[in-house]
């Protein structure tokens, strides 16, 4: 069992201490000057010019790229399988539009708006409301939901107040973001006379973690969005509602000013979901849209989520990724491949089901077929263990003979080969060279397989037809997962060494 931070002997770690005082001294001094950069410079975007990619780029790329953050209804992980409202809304447009979805969470110091317009990302779906500040580096779609800003105190405050005036004559410090829409509409009620005590925190502290801090009376007031707050308080205790300071603010997701036709597209899809009646203008609701709302905002299904949901902050240590984390690391270590790709592969094949088995016969979690195992009884290819080695060691195998090319088509070849079998990609190969294309290059043998679905090209084939676009999509979202993986990661163990680092200076 790992020891907490906190069950270390002082003793043991005064040595380290003085080997490392000065880096931790000038770490804290350092996080210290980001926090301050970070209050100070509002949504301190860096790329104004967007690159040229609309739906044409990204239709042609294959691959939708969804910047969010890591939440209880933006995007979050449970046992490896993604989940989150802004996730699930997304993914409903890239599935009709045939497109494989990669997320992009907002990492630490890191600017969604420059990912987005440098483009690292094609879309902000963060529970964006649409203020004027925004508007000047990005473009919304149309609204798909309306918010109402609220005050939210901890329920340390004896009677919290209940009118803004109340709030302004108690000169209880209300703490946001300066780069959120919350501190908008509190200058502006500045502005309008209530004399609003304004505590700015840290860009990089999302709503869902300064109301986790609130709920722990680290701050006595925040601001956050009605939805968010009767999301997180499913799972946390010690939030009160207090008055409302802004109705109806519409919701959307952020694109580039330059892509219209994503736009367009966009708009299209969120009408049939979500759009004004003619009655005084009350909004009408898909029934997915509905769904959503009452599995992530609202009702026992909200209940279900809540159970399930861990911030990064609570993850390490538990199980980052899934229940097989470690079962997974120790059978990947020692076959000398990267754990996280051996997970991705199998939230890919049956979202970490040991139980499962295809049509085609293949079993337990990595989807072994039995024919190619060298376990003969395939009852035994159910054990979580034994399937694991079994998948390991084909993987394996793919990756030794695609062992002359570098990582990244080394693995997407791999994994082609682990989903279509390796006749199929050998076909698409030659396929390629008889378009004098590279044979070792991925992108070439992507659009091999595709061909592959036409009969012109198959009936030359040696193995005939193949669902390439099944193969093709297999392995962007495997490798996509597989990035979306490293990031937790990163964040989990950033939480980590934060907690450690805040130890230290404690102990100093």
Same mark, same amino acid.
């Given at each position: 069992?790992?020891?907490?931070?906190?069950?270390?002997?002082?003793?043991?770690?005064?040595?380290?201490?003085?080997?490392?005082?000065?880096?931790?001294?000038?770490?804290?001094?350092?996080?210290?000057?980001?926090?301050?950069?970070?209050?100070?410079?509002?949504?301190?975007?860096?790329?104004?010019?967007?690159?040229?990619?609309?739906?044409?780029?990204?239709?042609?790329?294959?691959?939708?790229?969804?910047?969010?953050? %890591?939440?209880?209804?933006?995007?979050?992980?449970?046992?490896?399988?993604?989940?989150?409202?802004?996730?699930?809304?997304?993914?409903?447009?890239?599935?009709?539009?045939?497109?494989?979805?990669?997320?992009?969470?907002?990492?630490?110091?890191?600017?969604?708006?420059?990912?987005?317009?440098?483009?690292?990302?094609?879309?902000?779906?963060?529970?964006?409301?649409?203020?004027?500040?925004?508007?000047?580096?990005?473009?919304?779609?149309?609204?798909?939901?309306?918010?109402?800003?609220?005050?939210?105190?901890?329920?340390?405050?004896?009677?919290?107040?209940?009118?803004?005036?109340?709030?302004?004559?108690?000169?209880?410090?209300?703490?946001?973001?300066?780069?959120?829409?919350? %501190?908008?509409? !509190?200058?502006?009620?500045?502005?309008?006379?209530?004399?609003?005590?304004?505590?700015?925190?840290?860009?990089?502290?999302?709503?869902?973690?300064?109301?986790?801090?609130?709920?722990?009376?680290?701050?006595?007031?925040?601001?956050?969005?009605?939805?968010?707050?009767?999301?997180?308080?499913?799972?946390?205790?010690?939030?009160?509602?207090?008055?409302? =300071?802004?109705?109806?603010?519409? =919701?959307?997701?952020?694109?580039?000013?330059?892509?219209?036709?994503?736009?367009?597209?966009?708009?299209?899809?969120?009408?049939?979901?979500?759009?004004?009646?003619?009655?005084?203008?009350?909004?009408?609701?898909?029934?997915?849209?509905?769904?959503?709302?009452?599995?992530?905002?609202?009702?026992?299904?909200?209940?279900?989520?809540?159970?399930?949901?861990?911030?990064?902050?609570?993850?390490?240590?538990?199980?980052?990724?899934?229940?097989?984390?470690?079962?997974?690391?120790?059978?990947?270590?020692?076959?000398?491949?990267?754990?996280?790709?051996?997970?991705?592969?199998?939230?890919?094949?049956?979202?970490?089901?040991?139980?499962?088995?295809?049509?085609?016969?293949?079993?337990?979690?990595?989807?072994?077929?039995?024919?190619?195992?060298?376990?003969?009884?395939?009852?035994?290819?159910?054990?979580?263990?034994?399937?694991?080695?079994?998948?390991?060691?084909?993987?394996?195998?793919?990756?030794?003979?695609?062992?002359?090319?570098?990582?990244?088509?080394?693995?997407?070849?791999? !994994?082609?080969?682990?989903?279509?079998?390796?006749?199929?990609?050998?076909?698409?190969?030659?396929?390629?060279?008889?378009?004098?294309?590279?044979?070792?290059?991925?992108?070439?043998?992507?659009?091999?397989?595709?061909?592959?679905?036409?009969?012109?090209?198959?009936?030359?084939?040696?193995?005939?037809?193949?669902?390439?676009?099944?193969?093709?999509?297999?392995?962007?979202?495997?490798?996509?997962?597989?990035?979306?993986?490293?990031?937790? !990661?990163?964040?989990?163990?950033?939480?980590?060494?934060?907690?450690?680092?805040?130890?230290?200076?404690?102990?100093?």
């Amino acid at each position: 069992m790992n020891a907490k931070p906190h069950e270390f002997s002082r003793n043991l770690l005064i040595p380290a201490l003085v080997a490392v005082g000065i880096t931790v001294s000038t770490c804290t001094q350092q996080q210290e000057e980001i926090v301050e950069q970070n209050i100070d410079q509002g949504l301190n975007v860096s790329v104004t010019e967007p690159v040229e990619r609309d739906y044409e780029e990204i239709k042609n790329s294959g691959v939708l790229r969804m910047i969010t953050n %890591y939440s209880s209804n933006t995007y979050f992980l449970h046992q490896g399988i993604e989940r989150g409202f802004e996730y699930e809304m997304v993914r409903e447009f890239a599935n009709e539009h045939d497109l494989a979805l990669e997320v992009v969470i907002v990492g630490p110091n890191q600017n969604p708006y420059d990912l987005l317009n440098s483009g690292a990302g094609d879309l902000i779906a963060a529970n964006y409301t649409i203020t004027p500040e925004r508007k000047q580096y990005v473009k919304f779609t149309r609204p798909y939901n309306l918010v109402n800003q609220l005050i939210i105190f901890s329920d340390d405050i004896e009677n919290p107040p209940s009118t803004l005036e109340a709030l302004a004559e108690r000169n209880i410090p209300i703490t946001v973001r300066r780069n959120s829409s919350y %501190y908008s509409r !509190l200058q502006e009620l500045q502005q309008n006379g209530y004399d609003l005590n304004i505590r700015l925190t840290s860009s990089d502290m999302d709503t869902e973690s300064l109301l986790f801090e609130i709920s722990r009376d680290e701050h006595q007031a925040t601001v956050a969005d009605n939805n968010m707050f009767q999301a997180s308080g499913t799972y946390m205790n010690g939030l009160v509602k207090g008055p409302t =300071i802004a109705r109806n603010d519409t =919701i959307a997701w952020a694109i580039r000013n330059n892509a219209s036709d994503l736009e367009t597209r966009l708009n299209r899809f969120l009408y049939k979901h979500f759009r004004f009646g003619a009655q005084e203008g009350q909004p009408k609701r898909s029934t997915f849209l509905n769904v959503l709302r009452k599995r992530y905002f609202g009702g026992g299904q909200a209940q279900q989520v809540a159970s399930i949901y861990r911030p990064v902050s609570e993850i390490e240590g538990t199980g980052i990724i899934s229940p097989y984390d470690d079962l997974i690391k120790s059978v990947a270590d020692s076959a000398g491949v990267d754990w996280l790709m051996i997970a991705s592969i199998i939230a890919q094949e049956t979202k970490f089901n040991p139980n499962s088995k295809s049509w085609a016969g293949a079993v337990g979690l990595m989807q072994v077929m039995p024919q190619f195992s060298q376990v003969e009884n395939e009852q035994l290819l159910y054990d979580a263990e034994i399937n694991l080695r079994e998948g390991v060691r084909i993987i394996t195998e793919h990756l030794r003979h695609y062992s002359y090319l570098d990582s990244l088509n080394q693995w997407a070849l791999a !994994l082609a080969t682990y989903n279509a079998g390796p006749g199929h990609v050998a076909d698409a190969r030659r396929l390629a060279i008889d378009h004098n294309k590279n044979p070792n290059e991925w992108e070439n043998v992507s659009d091999a397989l595709l061909k592959l679905m036409q009969r012109k090209y198959y009936k030359d084939a040696r193995f005939g037809f193949c669902r390439g676009i099944e193969t093709v999509r297999y392995v962007k979202e495997v490798m996509n997962r597989h990035q979306t993986y490293e990031t937790i !990661l990163a964040m989990a163990e950033r939480k980590n060494l934060n907690q450690q680092l805040g130890m230290v200076n404690t102990i100093q």
